[in-house]
């Protein structure tokens, strides 16, 4: 029988259209993207039956970020590994005093704006805010413990908002 | 004096996550009525994620690439299973072959002629990313051969060869995008130009379209997007 098939679609089905969303956020490809997906779907495929953890899509999410990583090995397009440090290293994020000013982007100022982020910013802001991931899930994604998983947020958030309504750094008072 | 590091920024981000505790969130909430800059600071990550809220795509291409796959799996597994009885099988086909509307059957056949060449190695009988020399060979085997054009955009001419379909010799020309190999069956055709139909036949994305008297059948394992590049390349060549 197909049980395993249409079991795995059940399985997966509720995640798929996060995993494209999250493939296409650190692949930034339309067609690069669609292959990570179906890599994924085929790696989780193989593996499902032995999951035994508490949230299926970060499972599945994690996947499809170990899948982007080959590609970025084969395509030569990662990010330097020491990025965390340099991130962490940069001063701290200043107050944004600038609600207002973000109200009048539209989609596309902010899909460019991620787009330009660093990769660890991208995916944070990606399984946060559109997908409304917990930090658990996020750092069972990710890999890392809920404390980085927060300072990323905050850095990721704060250098979002200065991309789109520009460093209050540079401002004067 | 105090410092922006005195705030209880990474807490504030939790807080906004529901991340916190109670405990932990009316901290927060104390320090929020006393603190300006933070009441100011939990306002634009609010509107931040309002904003990314709305800008989320839709991705239902998720969910055939998912069917896509699930298929794939299926058919391998009943390929296997189906080794006794093969003849019976076979007679299905026949009965399918005579059911089936000519354009289905063709998108079929078409995937078929490409995963046996693929899967037997020999996906290229003549290797060159010469657009003339492939039309001078391909123009001694198959009458009337349409001229390939040159790769570019991704798309890497890799040669051609020539195949059989419904019965009749066919030019196929091999393009290579990323790690796949997709075919193009090209003939000269009477028929009204059409945009590229893509379809799926098992895992193989078929795409059939025509431009100026030709008609083109695609076949590969990449996806919709990449066979519409390079219709739309062809297209963009050939006029």
Redesign the interface.
């Known amino acids: 029988m ?1 049980e ?3 079991d ?2 059940q399985f ?2 509720p995640h ?6 999250l493939a ?1 956020a650190l692949v930034r490809n ?3 993207a ?2 990570v ?2 890599d994924s ?2 790696r989780a ?1 193989r593996h499902f039956r032995g999951f035994s953890g508490e949230s299926p899509r970060a499972w599945l999410l994690a996947i499809v970020r170990n899948v982007s990583f080959t590609l970025w090995r084969r395509t030569g397009v990662d990010e330097p590994a020491d990025l965390e440090q340099r991130l962490e290293a940069e001063p ?8 207002r000013l ?2 009048s ?3 596309d100022t ?2 460019a704006a991620l787009d330009r982020l660093p990769r660890l910013h991208r995916e944070v ?1 990606v399984l ?3 997908e409304e991931c ?2 658990r899930e996020m750092a069972s994604i990710l890999g890392v413990p809920i ?1 980085t998983i ?2 990323r ?2 850095r990721a ?1 704060a250098q ?2 200065r991309e ?1 309504v520009g460093d209050p750094r540079s401002r004067k008072n | 004096m105090e410092t922006w590091d005195e705030h209880p920024r990474g807490a504030l981000h939790a807080y906004l996550d529901g991340e916190l505790s109670l405990e932990g969130s009316l901290a927060v909430e104390e320090h929020l009525v006393a603190c300006s800059r933070c009441r100011q600071e939990l306002e634009t990550y609010q509107s931040l994620g309002r904003l990314l809220k709305s800008a989320r795509t839709t991705a239902t291409e998720a969910e055939s690439a998912l069917e896509r796959v699930t298929r794939t799996v299926r058919s391998r597994r009943r390929r296997f299973l189906a080794i006794g009885g093969v003849a019976g099988l076979a007679s299905v086909a026949i009965l399918a072959v005579m059911l089936v509307p000519r354009t289905d059957r063709m998108v079929g056949q078409v995937a078929v002629v490409h995963a046996r060449a693929v899967n037997a190695g020999r996906s290229i009988e003549l290797a060159s990313d010469d657009p003339a020399a492939i039309e001078r060979w391909l123009s001694a085997r198959v009458p009337g051969a349409v001229t390939p054009v040159a790769g570019g955009d991704g798309f890497a001419l890799r040669g051609a060869r020539v195949d059989s379909l419904e019965g009749r010799p066919v030019a196929t020309v091999v393009y290579q995008v990323r790690n796949h190999i997709v075919d193009v069956f090209a003939w000269h055709s009477p028929e009204a130009d059409m945009e590229p139909r893509p379809s799926m036949a098992g895992r193989w994305t078929v795409c059939r379209w025509s431009h100026a008297g030709v008609a083109y059948w695609m076949v590969s394992d990449a996806g919709t997007e990449d066979l519409k590049a390079l219709a739309a390349l062809i297209k963009e060549r050939r006029t």
């Open positions: 197909d395993d098939a249409r795995f679609e997966a089905r798929a259209q996060a995993a494209l969303r296409r339309e067609a690069d669609q292959d997906l179906q779907f085929l495929f701290d994020p200043l107050p944004s005093p600038e609600a973000l109200e982007c539209d989609a902010v899909h802001l946060r805010e559109m917990s930090y404390g927060m300072s947020l905050s958030r979002l908002v789109l």
